[in-house]
Nanobody, 128 residues
């Protein structure tokens, strides 16, 4: 599967952005899907994930209640709606796909190394 992230930009604190991840080559229903972010000099960190069957979502604590991950299988796209953005959300955001078929289709990994396919990053900059 090939992934392409888009939708980043410059926004003021308190604003919103919606990131999109367009998948091609295979249906996203075959994968757990995740969003990660990375700031310069920092390790890539987990933001949100959705399970292979779409039935469960996972969030990093600092984005709970502000970010929402969703998917549209028909369009083969994954989204990250980001509200109430903060300057500390500034980073390059990456979408990724995990091909592992876990025993539970409701499980999605939060570990970057467990993801197999990555899109290029899209930059999100939040000004104070």
């Amino acid at each position: 599967v090939q992934l392409q992230a888009s939708g980043g930009g410059l926004v003021q604190a308190g604003g919103s952005l919606r990131l999109s991840c367009t998948a091609s080559g295979r249906s996203i229903s075959s994968y757990g899907m995740g969003w990660f972010r990375q700031s310069p000099g920092q390790e890539r960190e987990f933001v949100a994930a959705i399970s292979r069957n779409g039935g469960r979502t996972y969030y990093e604590n600092s984005v709970k209640g502000r970010f929402t991950i969703s998917r549209d299988v028909a369009k083969n796209m994954v989204y990250l709606q980001m509200n109430s953005l903060k300057p500390e959300d500034t980073a390059a955001y990456f979408c990724a796909a995990d091909r592992t078929w876990y025993s539970s289709s409701l499980y999605a990994s939060t570990v970057p190394d467990e993801y197999d396919y990555w899109g290029q990053g899209t930059q999100v900059t939040v000004s104070s």
